[in-house]
């Protein structure tokens, strides 16, 4: 019987899949407000964050890149627009507000580590495996890997901002397989977004595994990602690697 080719590389989401923010961005937002003498809901923030963030990223794609922004400008109007949203439409009380969020979001103090995510990392480096981040990230995910002890892990770091490819462009997963010199067959990605990490590394021929939270999963992705790759915490990753590397072509 035929079997699968022996998985090389490991490419990693990192966002509410190694990492994941200390506290809710409405929280976040709020406290930073009151440092300077502003009173705002965290719930109003948080809501609002959600609806500037989507406006945001389906007006400026990929920090507006090929608009002529900046990851730090998109970033500083994501703020502005989400204290606007939540009643706040002094924009210049707010703007050292979103600077000062926009530096402590580059800090390792404003994220955690998700569990079994550093021992994850290490059983796979020690099987011989080679691990690198394909993530929709801007240029301060290197920092924070960094300062969170897992940038050691990992061979290269590509983010959206890097490549000027966003997930689930083909073009980023392609990046990544030619950064590790290796072929697609002999790779998998592991990541939390059925759009954008399990479909999109499936459409270069990846293998790809799935995060999923104790949430019950919709109809359709549970419909179309097998059980084997359905991750419901980083300590399953290893086994569903063994079985896929003894299931037949």
């Known amino acids: 019987m035929a079997h699968r080719l022996q998985i090389r590389l ?3 989401d990192v966002k509410d899949t ?3 923010l200390r506290h809710p961005v409405g929280e976040e937002y709020a406290s930073k407000a009151r440092a300077h003498g502003l009173e705002v809901e965290a719930a109003s923030l948080g809501q ?3 609806q500037a963030y989507r406006a945001q990223s389906l007006s400026f ?5 090929s608009q002529g922004l900046t990851s730090r400008r998109w970033w500083v109007d994501v703020v502005l627009q989400t204290f606007y949203l939540a009643g706040v439409r002094d924009a210049q009380a707010v703007t050292p507000i979103a600077e000062q969020l926009y530096e402590d979001f580059s800090k390792p103090f404003t994220w955690q580590v998700l569990e079994g995510a550093e021992a994850t990392l290490r059983e796979c480096r020690k099987r011989g495996l ?11 995910l290197e920092d924070i890997l960094m300062g969170l002890g897992l940038r050691e892990y990992f061979d290269f770091v590509l983010t959206s901002e890097a490549s000027g490819w966003p997930k689930p462009d083909p073009r980023i997963f392609r990046e990544a397989l030619r950064l590790a010199q290796v072929e697609p067959a002999v790779a998998a990605h592991i990541g939390d977004s059925y759009p954008c990490d399990y479909k999109g590394a499936r459409a270069v021929g990846m293998h790809s595994f799935l995060v999923v939270n104790p949430e019950p999963l919709d109809a359709a992705i549970k419909d179309s990602v097998s059980q084997e790759c359905l991750l419901p ?13 003894v299931s037949p072509l």
């Open 233 to 245: 915490s980083l300590s399953h990753l290893l086994p569903a690697l063994d079985h896929l590397e």
């Open 61 to 65: 794609p990929n920090y507006g890149l």
């Open 48 to 50: 609002a964050f959600r």
């Open 18 to 20: 190694l990492l994941r």
């Open 10 to 12: 490991l490419t990693w």
């Open 130 to 140: 080679r691990l690198a981040v394909v993530s929709n990230f801007d240029r301060r």
